[in-house]
């Protein structure tokens, strides 16, 4: 396995796809004087280094544990395919492209940088003394259309916040789910999470409800926004989704919760990308 691969592996890449849309929705949303192709690839650059440093210090940051646990033992820094040093070093030089990158955005992406950063940072550390870390990784997610807007409109507006309320509580939703298999784990090292706290049907309640608020963020940007009713039609296909991910998911069935966390909420994040830019250049 080439280093690259071991790399991509590492920061799950393929998972971008849940964060790299709702920054170009952000942007494109911000943009007033027609489409730049500067800001794109700034946006590009910064949520890609963004979100590698993010899931490379994660990794670090929960070694210990994802050494000892069955489902992710054999990821890269556990089995030893990417040494700590390594991992400490890409880590670092991601935080320095995102910044290199913001400081050629705008002043005020700039200036937020380290609130984003923050987030980024810290994620990792709430499991380990609150059951709301599943809403920090949320809200931490979300700064994708927040930093995507700042990038096109150098400024941040009420739709903008409803959008990012959207997908905090739509990831809030999904990472309980997925915390789902890794309850009793949890529970026996002291790790915590909505379904450690409350067991797994009162979770599962709860990421219900989280997904229904979602749902009514994202009308209300929607609204907002003044986009035309196709884009409420691709909140309909979004709603559906949604309840196709709750009837999915089986606590004892590992495959099943995968195939909805990974699978259909790629499809949501590429219906609202759609769902947004034709509602917001077309009717």
Sequence with gaps: MSSLSKFLKLIKFEHTIFALPFAYIGMFMGFENGFSFRVFLLVTVAMASARSAAMALNRIIDLKYDAMNERTKNRELPSGKIKLKEAYLFTFISILIFEITTYFINPLAFKLS?????????????????ALCHLYLGFTDALAPLGGYVAAKGELTL????????????????????????REFDKRVGLHSIPV??????????????HLV?????????????????????????????????ELVDPDDPKKINLAFFNINSY?????????LVGKYLG
């Excluded at 380290?114 to 609150?130: E, G, H, M, N, W």
């Excluded at 309320?165 to 309980?176: H, P, R």
């Excluded at 706290?197 to 989280?210: E, I, Q, W």
């Design 114 to 130: 380290p609130v984003a950063l923050f987030f980024i940072l810290t994620y990792s550390y709430t499991k380990r003394f609150t």
């Design 214 to 246: 979602a749902f009514l963020f994202l009308i209300g940007s929607m609204y907002l926004f003044r986009l035309s009713y196709f884009a409420y039609l691709g909140a309909l296909v979004v709603a559906f989704l949604l309840f196709l991910e709750h």
């Design 268 to 276: 949501i994040s590429i219906v609202l990308l759609i769902s947004f």
């Design 159 to 182: 739709p903008i916040w409803l959008l990012a309320g959207f997908v905090s509580f739509w990831i809030a939703g999904f990472d309980i789910l997925y915390a789902l298999q890794d």
């Design 197 to 210: 706290s409350l067991g797994v049907r009162s979770a599962m309640f709860v990421a219900r409800v989280f």
